[in-house]
């Protein structure tokens, strides 16, 4: 247990559908990060969030929406997706200073298959 | 631009030998160095970290890496492997702007 919890852990979805991911951390970091881990590229980073503010976005494209309402939570909403985007999406925290030292926990991943 | 290399795909070792996992980084500024292991269909886990001071760290489960700053490398070791270290281990280097760069991974496996 990392401290860092993530639901649903497994979600099939329809290009069409649309739902969201659920990541929640209890450690009191104050940045939160969405990666995406497919066979084809092992650690994609999709989203940075520190202080509740978006940092980085890595050109991901629109059908992923994060939003982070507070420092302990933090969202991934899907829309319109495709079957490429099938994967393991994980999320992590990590205390952000500006001597960059803190090391990330985890969250568990939500496989995603989009049919 | 900071990254990192994890020359192996796969490393494979019998139980009771000793294992190196390889890392080199590039990173403008002082590393921070970080190992995280991933078991299958888990998250990543935390290992240990090179921040500054002494060139060997030691880490969770008698694993340890070996900061060598004149070849930018910061191997994994542990020097005797067991079965259940069998996983998915990634690299991640943290340059002074905070952005964490991980290695594309390297798959171990511990034979009994």
């Known amino acids: 247990e990392t401290g860092v919890t993530q639901t649903p852990r497994h979600l099939v979805m329809g290009m069409t559908n649309k739902k969201s991911l659920k990541c929640e951390q209890h450690?009191?970091?104050?940045?939160m990060y969405w990666y995406k881990q497919s066979a084809k590229k092992p650690l994609e980073l999709m989203f940075v969030?520190?202080?509740?503010?978006?940092?980085e976005n890595n050109s991901v494209p629109s059908r992923f929406s994060p939003e982070c309402p507070n420092s302990s939570h933090l969202f991934l909403h899907l829309h319109t997706l495709q079957p490429e985007d099938s994967a393991l999406y994980l999320c992590?925290?990590?205390?952000?200073?500006?001597?960059?030292?803190?090391?990330?926990?985890f969250g568990p991943g939500t496989r995603l298959t989009v049919t | 631009a900071q990254s990192v290399a994890q020359p192996e795909d796969q490393v494979n070792v019998a139980e009771g030998n000793p294992l190196t996992v390889k890392c080199t980084y590039s990173?403008?500024?002082?590393?921070?160095l970080f190992w995280y292991v991933q078991y299958p269909n888990r998250g990543l886990q935390f290992l240990l970290k090179?921040?500054?001071?002494?060139?060997l760290v030691k880490g969770s489960y008698g694993f340890e890496a070996e900061f060598n700053k004149s070849q930018t490398s910061f191997h994994l070791k542990k020097p005797s492997a067991l079965v259940s270290d069998s996983a998915l281990y990634f690299c991640?280097?943290?340059?002074?702007?905070?952005?964490?760069?991980f290695g594309d991974g390297t798959t171990l496996t511990v034979k009994p």
């Open positions: 450690l009191g970091h104050n940045a």
């Open positions: 990173v403008s500024g002082n590393p921070y």
């Open positions: 991640a280097v943290r340059g002074n702007a905070g952005k964490s760069t």
């Open positions: 090179y921040i500054t001071g002494d060139n």
């Open positions: 969030y520190s202080l509740e503010e978006r940092v």
């Open positions: 992590a925290s990590s205390q952000f200073t500006t001597s960059g030292s803190g090391e990330q926990y």
